[in-house]
């Protein structure tokens, strides 16, 4: 497992913009894939997107299809999760979720081993 701390929440407004970052310890950042989920008020915590170990793979929740991109420079051992023409639905508390795997394709919080703490993210109306 790695240690995941997010970064980048905050407040903004509807139709605006908002990239959270997540950084894993560890050596080894290159062989795990790599997953944001979110959970709302009183809902369950649910999949936003995922990126396979290279980069070349993603998936994405149809909620945020063509709005959210999900991105890792393997370098700097961080992944993004690049947030535009944001909704008050999106209001929720955003994580970052990893497991070591060449796989490609992920989607379910059972998917994952390692996840952080969490980032605020509150869109106004």
């Known amino acids: 497992q790695v240690q995941l701390v997010e970064s980048g929440g905050g407040l903004v407004q509807a139709g605006g913009s908002l990239t959270l970052s997540c950084t894993a310890s560890g050596r080894t950042f290159s062989r795990y894939a790599m997953g944001w989920f979110r959970q709302a008020p009183g809902k369950e915590r649910e999949f936003v997107a995922s990126?396979?170990?290279?980069?070349?793979?993603?998936n994405y929740a149809d909620s945020v299809k063509g709005r959210f991109t999900i991105s890792r420079d393997n370098a700097k051992n961080t992944v993004y999760l690049q947030m535009n023409s944001l909704k008050p639905e999106d209001t929720a508390v955003y994580y970052c979720?990893?497991?070591?795997?060449?796989?490609?394709?992920?989607?379910?919080?059972?998917?994952?081993?390692?996840w952080g703490q969490g980032t605020q993210v509150t869109v106004s109306s």
């Open positions: 990126i396979a170990w290279s980069g070349g793979f993603t």
């Open positions: 979720a990893a497991v070591r795997s060449l796989g490609l394709r992920f989607g379910a919080e059972a998917d994952f081993d390692s």
